[in-house]
């Protein structure tokens, strides 16, 4: 018991020191930028008068190490500030922000792990077939074509020219305000609100950049899950369990698949991650108002207010699904108990 | 979890999809790129999108341009105004019938307080009045209300009329905002109330025919007309602006009828659209002139005939041809056309590509095998292209132009502090007169470093005539428009050839249209959403 809560402390504390040094490396390695986030305020044409006035409202005559100081005690009391760069509260604009990506991410997780894993395996299965070829055709496109370019692509065939999906934005104009945010997430806020309208609008909208999305973490996984099934493929127990007399899918069943399994874990989070801090280039061609636009305009506009909340996020979501990984190595694999 | 509630969601997925893709007749529906937008307070906007929302649109000026001839002074929120014979007090009257979204009255004293206001903030706009002598300290008095229907205006010097009304009171700084609102929502800064800058950053109260009721950061902002407004009742009873950064996907959401006006797209995509009948381009040329500052600190740059040999590396016509088609107009003065006082198109531009010329002003100089420096500008628009163009002609006169792209925030910062040898840029009129560029890209108070007038794009450079300061001062007080607007021709004639700033073409804001769009009101200073109809 005792050891139990020793290795909780030990874990919150390391976690801890993670996200500090992670905010202060940002925070030091942002000041150092060539952009200054006062002209972000006052624009071009002001004068220097106003540039003073609100260098100081903004703190930032202070010396750097009291900025940050000032900047965790604030963040520690759940004040993100103001974000320069909209004029909102960083934690107003991450409440809408981070919803739209988590829910486009989930999708194309889903997507992704959904084809990949069967394809992956499939093509382990029957490796230099056809099939096999094809897959990996198919994984090496989704892995090395712009997702800027695939959404454009996506866009000309799919709503404009065949009208099956939303065009850009998460609902048509006409939905705008037809929907309480209780969650941000538009499918689930739909299905709360019970207003098969907007979620099938929501779905349409959404179907396409989770598409491509989910296509490129597909190539990724299926890729992955392909090399890790022909190396337990190429394993004695796996000859010992045939000749024993189990079939061939149900020993791939039973072996060869769940053996991969911790190994598949850590790509898929890995991938879930990635897709969570924001697919920029996604979000800009789909006017999706995700966390990467989010975060990217944030960064050239210097403004390190929402900057480092959307640091602290990603670090908070890759620390998380490593957490959450330990522990399913421990559910999938025994011996790591 | 209930045992019906899955049923419930199985049988609601169950039900048609709708779609309601087409526009609402009554909304008109744009997309913009909506990226620079940080506030939405008139006291404080410095951009073009914030400029663009609430000018006109939700915050109506005492006076207006009118729109089919900028250089014109119409009635706006005040019916009229009248000069006193020393002319040193300006006095408008209001209309009697001003409202705020919630129906209660507007008076003189917002009025007054919302122009004092601007002043006591000190942000950017606040120029638009401290120029003129209104200063913290006095703008109480400088500024007031003497009736609910009167705001009286004493100025330091007998400025022209025509002149001031069009610089001050036009622009977003003579709104009138809702007081009680903005004391009601005041933050306390540094000791000071921030006169409900926080509140009115999101959603300003003012007297206008639309008000905003929403504005989700990098998304959209939704107006609604208010009923009570004075003036025309506008057609539309929304507009929704959304957030569509990329033109191409602008592009394929116009031409499917999901959005009435697109307000970004690039060239290749208007020349795309030009075959559709559904849509037709509105071609505004504006106040903004886009342009090489060079940094005369700089001792080859210091020399007027290196600065004159870079006129002669533009091949204008050939930009006009082939990159500044729905971009620009070339113009090589500083004064747009358009404002008051500025030279004709053709006196306005008088260079043409020539390396012979340019080479031997180089020669002249004392620079026969040229140079290198390097050329800072902005990643975004056709400025790549046009610094590209610029680099390869210098190049044949032996000066090497290194090009370094950067974000807009960096290429302004850079410009503020002198950080620069060549800065590609675009600078934008506060009103249309002469006198606006010519106090910012002739005038140039001080050229001391440690002055910081960062403010006077001209400064940055560090170049200064004091004759023309003197010049552009006489222009500024002179009553009689003829003579000012000689005097004024005589400046651009000079800085056409001596100053730091080599133009190479008046912006233009091209704005794809649906056609069943109609009456929409596109001028250089505002775009009046409510003059569009379906």
Request: glycine share 8%; proline share 5%.
């Amino acid at each position: 018991m005792a050891r139990g809560i020793l290795g909780a402390a030990r874990q919150a504390g390391s976690v801890l020191v993670t996200l500090a040094g992670l905010l202060a490396l940002t925070f030091f390695m942002g000041r150092m930028l060539p952009t200054d986030p006062v002209l972000a305020i006052i624009g071009q044409q002001a004068d220097q008068a106003a540039y003073d006035m609100v260098h100081h409202q903004l703190g930032l005559d202070r010396p750097l190490p009291v900025q940050f100081a000032l900047y965790v005690r604030a963040m520690l009391t759940g004040d993100f500030g103001d974000a320069l760069f909209t004029g909102h509260r960083v934690a107003a604009d991450l409440s809408r922000a981070f919803p739209a990506t988590i829910e486009l991410a989930s999708l194309a997780i889903l997507i992704g792990v959904g084809l990949g894993v069967p394809l992956g395996v499939l093509a382990a299965v029957y490796r230099g077939t056809l099939f096999d070829h094809a897959t990996r055709v198919i994984g090496l496109v989704g892995y090395s074509s712009p997702t800027f370019w695939l959404g454009l692509m996506g866009l000309i065939l799919f709503y404009s020219t065949l009208g099956w999906v939303g065009g850009p934005g998460r609902l048509d104009v006409g939905f705008i305000d037809s929907i309480e945010p209780h969650t941000g997430l538009l499918l689930v806020d739909a299905l709360w609100d019970g207003d098969p309208d907007v979620f099938w609008n929501a779905v349409s909208h959404i179907v396409l950049p989770a598409s491509i999305l989910g296509y490129a973490s597909m190539a990724y996984i299926s890729r992955m899950t392909r090399s890790f099934m022909l190396e337990q493929l190429a394993q004695e127990y796996i000859v010992a369990a045939r000749i024993k007399g189990m079939s061939r899918w149900a020993v791939i069943r039973r072996h060869a698949f769940r053996n991969i399994l911790v190994q598949l874990v850590t790509v898929v989070a890995l991938a879930y991650a990635f897709l969570l801090e924001g697919a920029v280039l996604t979000e800009t061609v789909f006017a999706w108002p995700g966390f990467g636009r989010y975060l990217t305009a944030g960064l050239l506009a210097g403004d390190m207010n929402a900057v480092l909340a959307c640091v602290l996020i990603v670090g908070v979501i890759f620390i998380g699904l490593n957490l959450l990984t330990d522990r399913l190595y421990r559910v999938l694999d025994p011996r790591t108990r | 979890m209930s045992p019906r509630l899955p049923l419930a969601i199985l049988l609601l997925l169950l039900q048609a999809p709708a779609s309601r893709a087409a526009t609402p007749r009554d909304a008109l529906v744009m997309a913009w790129n909506l990226d620079a937008l940080i506030t939405l307070d008139p006291a404080q906007i410095g951009e073009v999108n914030g400029n663009d929302i609430i000018l006109g649109n939700v915050c109506t000026p005492l006076v207006n341009y009118d729109p089919q001839d900028i250089s014109r002074i119409v009635p706006a929120a005040a019916e009229s105004w009248s000069t006193s014979a020393d002319g040193l007090t300006l006095t408008f009257k209001l209309r009697g019938d001003l409202k705020f979204p919630d129906g209660r009255a507007a008076t003189a004293g917002d009025a007054a307080w919302s122009m004092q206001r601007a002043v006591l903030l000190g942000y950017g706009n606040s120029a638009n009045l401290t120029q003129w002598g209104f200063t913290k300290d006095r703008i109480a008095e400088q500024i007031r209300a003497t009736d609910d229907r009167t705001v009286v205006v004493t100025m330091d010097k007998p400025y022209p009329a025509s002149l001031i009304l069009s610089a001050a009171f036009a622009s977003n700084v003579a709104v009138i905002l809702d007081r009680e609102a903005a004391t009601k929502g005041a933050k306390v800064v540094d000791g000071k109330s921030d006169l409900g800058n926080a509140a009115f950053k999101t959603g300003p109260v003012c007297v206008g025919p639309y008000r905003v009721t929403r504005w989700d950061a990098n998304d959209v902002v939704v107006l609604e007309r208010n009923d009570g407004f004075f003036g025309q009742k506008p057609n539309m009873r929304r507009i929704i602006i959304r957030h569509v950064p990329e033109s191409s996907a602008e592009r394929l959401l116009l031409e499917k009828g999901d959005i009435d006006v697109a307000r970004l797209l690039t060239t290749d995509d208007l020349k795309a659209l030009e075959a559709n009948k559904d849509v037709r381009i509105e071609q505004t040329v504006v106040q903004g002139m886009s342009y090489i500052a060079i940094n005369t600190v700089d001792p080859i740059l210091s020399n007027a005939k290196v600065r004159e040999a870079f006129r002669y590396l533009i091949d204008y016509d050939g930009l006009a041809r082939s990159i500044l088609p729905y971009q620009g107009t070339p113009r090589a003065s500083l004064i747009p056309e358009g404002a008051f006082g500025a030279l004709d198109r053709a006196a306005g531009q008088p260079f043409k590509l020539d390396l012979d010329r340019a080479k031997q002003l180089l020669t002249e100089a004392g620079y026969p095998n040229g140079f290198t420096k390097k050329l800072i500008l902005s990643a975004n628009s056709i400025s790549p292209n046009i610094a590209q163009h610029v680099a390869s002609n210098a190049a044949k006169v032996g000066v090497t132009l290194e090009l370094e792209q950067m974000a807009d925030a960096n290429l302004f910062t850079r410009g503020r502090n002198r950080e620069f040898e060549l800065q590609l840029v675009a600078w934008y009129a506060g009103y249309p007169d002469a006198d606006a560029n010519t106090f910012r890209h002739a005038v140039n108070p001080d050229k001391r470093p440690e002055a910081k007038l960062t403010m006077y794009p001209v400064w940055r450079t560090g170049w200064q005539d004091l004759s023309i300061n003197e010049q552009a001062a006489a222009a500024r007080m002179e009553p009689d428009p003829a003579k000012r607007a000689a005097m004024y021709r005589e400046i651009q004639e000079f800085m056409m050839h001596n100053g730091p700033f080599v133009y190479i073409y008046q912006n233009i804001r091209p704005i794809a249209v649906r056609s069943a769009v109609k009456g929409f009101v596109i001028s250089p200073f505002f775009v009046d959403y409510g003059s569009a109809s379906k």
